[in-house]
């Protein structure tokens, strides 16, 4: 990756969303139950608040690192269409007549089971290629193959028909 902000698909950019979004409910949550130390009786019930202020900083890291990548993925503009790069939604066909539609994304933390990561080697192989072309990458059982049948978010191809 180039250190430049990374486009995210629209896939990913909801499911972000919607993890915020929990995230801050959560966040509220556990927030409405600390207490003032001040207030806090024996050790387990200080043991009790330091877990929670735990839980709250682990929070508002999350809600920060998915606040941070939102904006530079509204810097970086929308995923490429032309050729696949990160945050490009594309359909690919195996040798065995399967097909696919996959994110390529930066990093398998969240999303789904369809989340190809650009560090992968099927990830790598799949960056700056289009319709058309063949990929080739290896697996743990030998080489494979797959080739680009399309770029952009699964509902693109229905709307240029």
Avoid: C, Y
């Avoid at 698909?9 to 949550?29: G, K």
């Avoid at 929070?59 to 810097?75: K, N, S, Y």
Wanted: hydrophobic share 35%.
């Amino acid at each position: 990756m180039t250190g430049d902000p990374e486009p995210i698909s629209a896939t990913a950019r909801r499911a972000l969303e919607q993890e915020l979004a929990d995230l801050r409910d959560e966040r509220r949550l556990v927030a409405g139950t600390v207490r003032d130390t001040a207030e806090v009786g024996d050790s387990a019930d200080e043991a009790d608040e330091l877990r929670r202020a735990d839980q709250l900083d682990r929070l508002d890291r999350r809600i920060e690192d998915i606040t941070v990548r939102l904006r530079q993925a509204a810097v970086a503009g929308p995923a490429p269409t032309d050729a696949v790069g990160v945050g490009s939604t594309v359909t690919v066909r195996f040798p065995d007549g399967s097909v696919e539609t996959l994110q390529v994304g930066e990093v398998a933390e969240a999303l789904d089971q369809n989340l190809v990561t650009v560090d992968s080697p099927f990830g790598q192989a799949l960056l700056g290629h289009r319709p058309g072309d063949t990929v080739r990458f290896r697996t743990p059982g030998g080489p494979a193959s797959a080739v680009v049948v399309s770029i952009g978010e699964q509902g693109d191809q229905d709307k240029q028909g």
